[in-house]
């Protein structure tokens, strides 16, 4: 018998936030294996991909995650593929990057991870994650001066105005997947950045990213293009669809 049906409805949904709260706690732990790797080493995209594991992944959707997602989940909670984003840092090592905005962090792994790799090689003078929802980035926020969480939308007017006001060398588009979701915080950011980019550019259950990105791909007189597009065989194999995609659009 499952003892939970027999309590009253409100303790079981504090039951149930309690479950979620535990269930994507950060382990900030996690972050020392990328603060005591070598910048030689973080150089290199073969041990970019296996450190990533390392510092824990996100394993919410289980359809799209291969085994090396599934066996590594917990720590920072990243939900991106080691092998699109290992190739992604390794292209950033090479601009100059002093700022950072994030839009739809989630957990907020892919934000810590990229704050950190950043750091490496380059003095990180202001970083902003923002979401819809309270994350627990938050508490990573609270221990680095120069990041800082919002739990904002978007499509507001306070991040509107804060943008007409800012600039970041780097702007990762992750948010609301709709297609005027993707193209509204583009556009809110386009002349405030110099490096786009926009995950999920091949994953067949976000057609919005995909359409707009491939719209975007066609302005060769403004950006160079790259994509990072690398599947897991098992997932293609099992489910007949690739997932996830980073595309990157530099201002030349």
Request: net charge positive; aromatic share 14%.
């Amino acid at each position: 018998m499952n003892i939970r049906r027999l309590l009253p409805g409100f303790i079981r949904k504090k039951l149930r936030e309690l479950k979620t709260k535990r269930d994507f706690q950060l382990d900030l732990k996690r972050v020392e294996l990328i603060r005591g790797s070598s910048i030689e080493d973080l150089k290199e995209i073969k041990y970019i991909e296996k450190l990533i594991p390392k510092l824990g992944l996100n394993k919410e959707v289980l359809i799209e995650q291969p085994k090396i997602v599934k066996e590594n989940g917990g720590g920072l909670l990243i939900w991106q593929y080691p092998n699109q984003f290992s190739k992604y840092l390794s292209l950033l090592q090479k601009q100059e990057i002093s700022s950072y905005l994030e839009i739809g962090c989630r957990w907020g792994g892919t934000f810590i991870l990229t704050n950190e790799y950043l750091k490496k090689f380059y003095k990180i003078k202001k970083s902003l994650a923002i979401d819809i929802i309270d994350s627990p980035v938050q508490e990573y926020c609270l221990k680095n001066k120069e990041t800082e969480f919002w739990k904002a939308d978007s499509k507001s007017d306070l991040f509107k105005n804060y943008m007409e006001k800012n600039f970041f060398d780097l702007v990762l588009i992750d948010g609301d997947h709709s297609y005027e979701g993707v193209k509204n915080d583009y556009e809110c950011t386009k002349n405030k950045a110099k490096i786009f980019v926009f995950h999920d550019i091949v994953n067949y259950a976000a057609e919005g990213v995909v359409k707009f990105w491939n719209e975007l791909k066609k302005n060769k007189e403004d950006y160079d293009f790259f994509e990072f597009k690398d599947q897991y065989d098992e997932v293609v194999h099992k489910t007949g669809n690739t997932f996830l995609g980073i595309g990157v659009a530099i201002r030349k």
